[in-house]
């Protein structure tokens, strides 16, 4: 037996070759003599072709089991296919049943469902052409990332997902606890005492590894981590998750400028990759789901991004006759309407907006000279909004202290964060890709849960 993905048999096998396919049915057809049955096994979009001739053993008790979504086995020979869209087809000499799939029940049935029906069958919705080639271009995305990053030396280093530091400082934070909530303990001020929880001290899932990441770049020069982040953001959006994938690298040695310019490398590399990668996946995504993806990723790869500062960006913003839900002023923090139009309508293609004002970002942002901007740079792309955040790090002792203070933040408990300006500082800079709106910007998806397999949003979490 031969076992082999259809992929593969659809690119390169040959007629004669005698081969075994696995996967589920997708649609059926029965004429007179014979059946033509489309296995799927998620290595591609297009199925295989399967043949079965009515003097196969037991054919018609077979032919009835052979409904959308039953997993089956086919042993057969490859020949060329008269019919029309396929090159070859598999002409069935033995079809194993593994489990049937009763068509009277089975929630996935050969009509378009919505997306919203799917997102209430996340145990099968994988099945479906779109989130099959949604989660194959994910992977290729994931696969893009590391080659990106390994081909240019970074260290791959892996930051914990329980932390005791709020990154981003927006409080979005989720508690990890083992407390009796039942009968938590309190202290003579009747605050939660934690110093009884498992950690002695609060903890939470993280909202970004850059802390972490600054410490092992402050070792290994250039570093990333990608992995899980989580926002107890009340937001029911089509961009926001609970729980998303974050690419942070981070670069000793390294001002904005070098970030900015990694940034816009990264992200023409991943979209080239992709499209090299999973050409069917991204075609079906311009035909079916939004018909500027494969333009879009042209525009990426071909053009330089837009270059300009939080000032400039606000009297643009400013000069439109456009208007706008919230209103535009100075030291206002850009939302998604400001950022669409920038990208969307006025440059046509990803901006990078730097040096916002320090009071929308957070504490660990390079202080500019002016003493109200710091060095930060958004990536803002045309229908997603912000898809990077990241900035240059205030590598000074005192002016990090300065503002750690301004902001109240607990000094102590950043003593080792404040250590790294103490021996041995460098410049140095990095920035956080939100990896669902890379895979949203990359096939045109419009709700953020579509990209990811099991979404977690507010009052959602079911599978
Ligand atoms: O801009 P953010 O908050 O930046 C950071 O967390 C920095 N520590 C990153 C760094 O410099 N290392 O988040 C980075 C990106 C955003 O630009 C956005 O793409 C994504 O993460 N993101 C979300 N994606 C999905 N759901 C959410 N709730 C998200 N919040 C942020
Ligand atoms: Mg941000």
Redesign the pocket.
């Known amino acids: 037996m031969s076992l082999r993905r259809i992929v593969d048999l659809l690119r390169t096998g040959q007629p004669d070759e005698s081969v075994t396919i696995q996967g589920w049915v997708r649609t059926k057809r029965e004429l007179k003599e014979f059946a033509f049955v489309e296995v799927n096994d998620g290595s591609s979009m297009a199925g295989l072709q399967v043949v079965l001739n009515q003097d196969l053993p037991d054919y018609a008790e077979m032919v009835k089991m052979l409904n959308t979504g039953a997993s089956i086995e086919v042993t057969g020979v490859l020949v060329p296919s008269p019919g029309k869209g396929q090159r070859i087809e598999l002409q069935a000499n033995t079809v194993k049943v593994y489990g049937e799939a009763d068509p009277e029940t089975y929630p996935l049935q050969k009509k378009r469902h919505s997306f919203e029906f799917l997102r209430t069958i996340g145990h099968l919705r994988s099945r479906t052409n779109t989130l099959g080639a949604v989660f194959r271009v994910r992977n290729a995305c994931a696969t893009a990332i590391h080659n990106f990053f390994q081909e240019r030396g970074f260290l791959w280093v892996h930051t914990p997902v329980i932390t005791a530091s709020d ?2 400082g927006a409080g979005e934070l989720f508690t990890v606890t083992t407390l009796d909530l039942k009968k938590v303990p309190l202290t003579g001020e009747k605050a939660i005492d934690f110093s009884q929880d498992f950690f002695g001290k609060p903890a939470y899932l993280t ?2 590894g ?1 802390l972490e ?1 600054e410490i092992m770049a402050m070792a290994f020069t250039n570093v990333y981590t990608f992995g899980p982040t989580f ?1 107890a ?1 009340n937001s029911n959006t089509s ?3 609970a729980e ?1 994938w ?1 690419v ?1 690298p981070e670069m000793a040695f390294c001002d904005l400028e070098g970030n900015m310019d990694l940034a816009e490398a990264f992200l023409k590399y991943v979209f080239s990759y992709v499209l090299k990668h999973c050409p069917e996946d991204m075609e079906f995504f311009n035909q079916r789901i939004d018909n500027s993806v494969l333009a879009t990723a042209d525009n990426i790869i071909n053009n330089e991004f837009a270059r300009i500062s939080y000032t400039e960006a606000i009297s643009l913003l400013e000069k439109t006759d456009r208007t706008f839900e919230f209103p535009v002023s100075w030291g206002l923090d850009l939302q998604s309407e400001h950022e669409r139009y920038l990208a969307e309508e006025h440059f046509k293609k990803p901006v990078i907006v730097t040096d916002y004002p320090a009071q929308i970002k957070a504490f660990y942002m390079r202080m500019n000279d002016d003493g109200k901007t710091v060095r930060a740079m ?1 990536i803002l792309a045309p229908k997603i909004g ?6 240059q790090r205030e590598e000074r002792l005192d002016a990090l202290e300065r503002r750690i203070d301004e902001l109240g933040m607990p000094k102590e408990e950043l003593w080792w964060y404040l250590d790294l300006r103490r021996f041995g500082t460098v410049p140095h800079a ?5 990896f ?2 890379l895979v949203q910007f990359m096939t045109g998806m419009t709700n ?1 849960r579509d990209v990811i397999p099991f979404p977690r949003a507010p009052l959602s979490a079911d599978f």
């Open positions: 990154c981003e909202v970004s850059q990441a926002r953001e961009r926001h998750l998303f974050m942070e958004d912000e898809i990077v955040g990241g900035s990095g920035f956080g890709l939100g669902e709106r953020i």
